[in-house]
């Protein structure tokens, strides 16, 4: 089992940036493949960004692509997703997910036993 909170999102023009956290407790997350998702109203959840365990392959959604990072650290045992450039469309509840590590990275929220709750990101125009 491991515990995921998100943490760092809010409020941001759009051109803005955010740097979103995914700390992780009772378990080490370098031992995962970790996946960021995000969902507006109305709408399904989405892939944003993932990386295999090993922290050297990574995968991103075409409409972030250039704009967004996925990053760890290890000592802090946690997960980044910096967000550059924002844009009203960014606008949702971005979740980070964990999985037990096999396969190629995933990029299907069905491919992750673990979420976090969840945290708001905003981007006014």
């Known amino acids: 089992q491991v515990q995921l909170v998100e943490s760092g999102g809010g409020l941001v023009q759009a051109g803005g940036s955010l740097r979103l956290s995914c700390a992780a407790s009772g378990r080490t997350l370098s031992l995962f493949d970790m996946g960021w998702f995000r969902q507006a109203p109305g709408k399904e959840r989405e892939f944003v960004a993932a990386m295999r365990w090993t922290g050297y392959t990574t995968a991103y959604a075409d409409s972030v692509k250039g704009r967004f990072t996925i990053s760890r650290d290890n000592a802090k045992n946690t997960v980044y997703l910096q967000m550059n450039s924002l844009k009203p469309a960014d606008t949702a509840v971005y979740y980070c997910?964990?999985?037990?590590?096999?396969?190629?990275?995933?990029?299907?929220?069905?491919?992750?036993?673990?979420w976090g709750q969840g945290t708001q990101v905003t981007v006014s125009s």
């Open positions: 997910a964990a999985d037990h590590p096999g396969g190629s990275v995933k990029v299907g929220p069905d491919e992750y036993d673990y």
